[in-house]
């Protein structure tokens, strides 16, 4: 592809504690659902990468876990290493945060983001909740005292609103440089990745409390066949006996539900019919397993 001159191209990451809308603000600022979104903290455990493909710049945009203390279990370990990773390599990070309160967890971002180096774009997010508009100001203000930001762009990821006051603040701090995806290319992800946090995030939207943080998803089989349809064959890891019956629901049709709202979506993601089985398997402990947690993308447990 030949660049126009002046291309600017290079990776901006996403961070922010858990939940305050980067997944959501990833999807709208590329404009289809890439990154899964559920009102519930820890969503995202592995980064995704959504491409921005204009003319004149090409943005690479990573949205990652939400950045927590690193301990815990091996889940969460891997889930920070993955987040100090993504923000470690990037060319510029957008750092948001929610009107109109910052927290300890905000001060920990920062702090991350200011031993990396690279310049930092605050983004407020979840504007549309704040009434009158007025009660922002304030906060804006408390804000750029904070840190010698390269800008601090209020916005609402669910509304659409300011967003393209955001892609200008960070595409100006990217390098020239040449694309380096195709134009049509939208995530470095393939879609089994796509498939099995599309089963994961029905999964998660339809249990409630701790149990949604010890369940995973596998592809075990994705398959094409000869008439154009895609056959997925997914596991569900849970990691305690009793977790298995709570996915599976009463006569089963807890996880029908699920697996019918999946398929619907799959369905769209992927322009195919898609005929997805679902299987409830028992690994005891594997959020603190890391053969597991390899197998499951973790690279880095
Ligand atoms: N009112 C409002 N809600 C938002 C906005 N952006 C995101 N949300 C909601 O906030 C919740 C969390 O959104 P996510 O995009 O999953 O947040 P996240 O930061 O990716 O969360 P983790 O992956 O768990 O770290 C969801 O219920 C979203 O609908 C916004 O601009 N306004
Ligand atoms: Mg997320």
């Known amino acids: 592809m030949s660049a126009v001159p002046g291309h600017r ?29 559920t009102p519930k903290a820890q969503t995202t455990r592995q980064r995704i990468a959504g491409v ?23 889940l969460n370990q ?14 510029a990070a957008i750092l948001i945060t929610a009107a109109t309160r910052w927290t300890a967890e905000d001060d920990n971002v920062l702090a991350q983001l200011v031993s990396a180096g690279a310049p930092i774009v605050v983004a407020v997010n979840k504007i549309d909740r704040v009434r ?39 595409v100006a ?23 099995a946090e599309v089963v994961r995030e029905k999964l998660m939207l339809a249990l409630h409390d701790e149990l949604p943080y010890g369940i995973a998803v596998e592809i075990e089989r994705f398959q094409e066949t000869p008439d154009g349809r895609v056959e997925i064959d997914a596991i569900i890891w849970v990691e305690r006996e009793g977790q298995r019956k709570i996915v599976i629901g009463s006569k089963g049709e807890g996880l029908k539900a699920i697996g019918r709202a999946a398929r619907l979506e799959l369905n769209e993601l ?20 890391a053969g597991m947690l390899r197998r499951l993308g973790h690279d880095s447990a």
Not at 22 to 37: H, R
Not at 52 to 74: S, W, Y
Not at 151 to 170: K, Q, T, Y
Request: aromatic letters at 6%.
């Open 78 to 91: 891997a889930m920070h290493r993955e987040a100090v990773a993504a923000i470690a390599t990037a060319d």
């Open 132 to 170: 009158p508009k007025a009660r922002l100001l304030p906060y804006l203000e408390s804000l750029s005292g904070r840190h010698p930001f390269a800008a601090i762009v209020p916005v609402s990821a669910l509304r659409g609103e300011n967003l393209m006051r955001l892609v200008d603040a960070v």
């Open 9 to 37: 191209c290079g990776t901006v990451v996403l961070a922010g504690r858990p939940n305050v809308g980067k997944s959501t603000l990833l999807n709208a600022l590329i404009g289809q659902k890439l990154s899964i979104v």
């Open 270 to 289: 992927l322009g195919r019919r898609v005929h997805l089985s679902t299987w409830v398997k028992l690994r005891e402990d594997w959020t603190d397993d």
């Open 173 to 195: 701090l990217l390098p020239v440089a040449s694309p380096m995806y195709p134009e049509d290319q939208v995530t470095d992800r393939n879609e089994r990745f796509m498939a």
């Open 52 to 74: 921005l493909t204009r003319p004149e710049f090409q943005l690479i945009l990573q949205d990652t876990p939400g950045f927590g203390a690193p301990a815990g279990r091996r």
